[in-house]
């Protein structure tokens, strides 16, 4: 749960919803997120008004109250109970990685914008549209990935992208004019559709078409969503 912040005001961003482990079914290590989709239908209106009253509303005031006002992006990562009870994980100062992808291509507002109303503390009159259709990403990572990624493997067969579709790079560099893996996680493909299984569909027929020894990615993104919906 990602909001912007101005220190007094917060402005949420659309939710997410990440895969932590590396291998499909949710097993495997632990990694920094394998992809990611938005919106997350675990957050009802109703958790959505409990995660601003329990949890980013109080921190924003603690950390007025400590002399420390924060202006900028305010991480929350939760756990919801049965009951809708938001549990958090962590906090980061920052927007996370994967889960900002799918937020970033359903922003329809000028993220410049919303960040020099946060610097000027009048975020209290912002407004922010979002892509009403849903998105996914799928992470390209690295073989070896997470204890022991191996880097410098060519990487070919990049999909054009244009407003509904995108590839975020990561772990990437230019080696004289070969595009290589320079980390863990490789590239986010990430895609709108009408509809969370199209989305789906987009991104992995996106991510199907790179070539890169030994890189891997997950084949159940957003799977437990669809179960969810059917």
């Given at each position: ?46 958790i959505d008004a409990r995660i601003r009253r329990e949890v980013i509303e109080p921190t924003l005031a603690g950390m ?97 992208g244009d407003a509904d579709n995108h590839v975020f790079h990561a772990g990437t560099r230019l080696d004289g004019d ?53």
């Amino acid at each position: 749960y990602i909001v912007i912040t101005d220190g007094r005001h917060a402005l949420p961003m659309a939710t997410s919803q990440d895969h932590k482990r590396r291998d499909e079914g949710d097993r495997g290590p632990n990694t920094g997120g394998m992809g990611a989709y938005s919106p997350a239908p675990v957050v009802t209106p109703e958790i959505d008004a409990r995660i601003r009253r329990e949890v980013i509303e109080p921190t924003l005031a603690g950390m007025a109250a400590d002399g420390a006002p924060f202006t900028g992006f305010l991480y929350a990562g939760l756990m919801i109970g049965r009951d809708g009870t938001p549990r958090v994980l962590e906090f980061n100062v920052r927007l996370g990685d994967p889960e900002t992808q799918p937020i970033l291509l359903r922003l329809r507002s000028d993220l410049v914008d919303l960040i020099e109303a946060a610097l000027a503390g009048r975020l209290d009159g912002a407004r922010v549209e979002w892509d009403p259709r849903p998105a996914i990403g799928v992470v390209l990572a690295a073989p070896g990935y997470p204890e022991a990624p191996r880097t410098g493997r060519s990487i070919s067969g990049l999909p054009t992208g244009d407003a509904d579709n995108h590839v975020f790079h990561a772990g990437t560099r230019l080696d004289g004019d070969r595009l290589v893996t320079a980390g863990g996680r490789v590239l986010t493909c990430c895609a709108l559709g009408r509809d969370l299984r199209e989305a789906r569909d987009r991104a992995y027929r996106m991510i199907g078409s790179i070539e890169s020894d030994g890189a891997f990615y997950r084949h159940d993104i957003g799977a437990k969503a669809l179960a969810r919906a059917a």
